[in-house]
């Protein structure tokens, strides 16, 4: 990070810099009003000029309007977007361009996936915003049940397509409880992944705990780790596959395993192997394969501390995700912070994530993650 960006970014979180020692800013003069806002345009510009396709277009930033909501700081680099609302950074990934997230309000949200329009639910978006005339022109529309449940209506798509992100492509199909087989808030991690695993310069085996359709085992195989795959569910490892054959990586070294997660890493380590890095995504509550039960709230303290049995002797990092709600981007830095900073050193990076809203410029939570680096 440059010393400009640092700077910014350090004012932005309510600190102010002089040399070298971070001294608390409660009431920002025009001095760093004016700053903030000529290095968002200046950036901007510098975006534009370099990336014409990512770039944001120019907004009415107005002297009136330093509330710092929705700040904006660009890593070159990782193509991420940092949002600040006077709290940490959201991660968002801006590298989509087969899906969009076009409007969001009234407990819905309007998306492009590929040449497709879908309207589906979203209990964030809790906002009343008006909806344009383009909702009524969703090719496919998830309606809620008042019984529970709820079903995919007027439905004008094939039964699978595909979309891609760089050189990944994901099959997607319509599912039950409103799902398409990807979260696309992901993509900030799977740059993660790729970023990290390419600069490690030594072979990287990883472990991808409730790995779902597989995005972050492709991410992780495209950036040359060997892989292994572990999901409960036999169809979401067959799709799995599927999007390893669709995105080119089928003869990748990835072991697809169809097991319950806390019974796989038991094996794993009384087998003696280890990984270097460690992804899950766990569900808020979930049953395995035989019934095994697994509660967060309940299961993610002990899961985590079993988890260190599987890292090697030279553990790069370990990213969890969560979209159970209530539990904050603090919290898990509190578990990583206690399970794997306390004893492999290393520091965590706890924050949202988030999908920029084309219709408001503004950016809708979706998750968290956590990352820790050793």
Known sequence: MSGKIRKCFLILHGWNVKGGFPS??????????????????????????????????????????FALRYALCYTLKSHELCVFDGGPAMWVSRQWKDYELLDCSGG???????????????PQAIWQTEKGGEWEKADAVYRRSESGGGRWTKSAVPA????????????VKLMNFKHTGIFPEQAANWDFIVETVRGAGRPVRVLNLFAYTGAATLAAAAAGASVCHVDAAKGMVAWAKENAAASGLADRPIRWIVDDCRKFVEKEIRRGKTYDAVIMDPPSYGRGPSGEVWKLEDSLWDFLQLCCGVLSDQPLFVLISSYTAGL??????????????????????????????????????????????A
Do not use: Q
């Open 24 to 65: 608390p800013l409660h009431n920002p003069p025009m001095l760093v009003e004016t700053l903030f806002f000529e290095f968002l345009d200046s950036l901007n510009r510098a975006e534009r000029k370099l990336r014409p396709e990512c770039a944001f277009p120019p907004r009415p930033y107005t002297k009136n309007s």
């Open 108 to 122: 819905e949200k309007l998306e492009r996936w590929g040449s497709y329009i879908l309207r589906r639910p979203d």
């Open 160 to 171: 699978s397509w595909r979309v891609g992100l760089g050189e990944l492509t994901f099959n």
């Open 328 to 373: 904050s981007p603090s919290v898990l830095t509190y578990l990583s912070e206690t399970v794997f900073s306390r004893r492999y050193g290393g520091s965590s990076d706890c924050r949202e994530l988030g999908l920029p809203v084309t219709k408001s410029g503004l950016v809708l939570p979706c998750g968290a993650a956590c990352r820790w680096l």
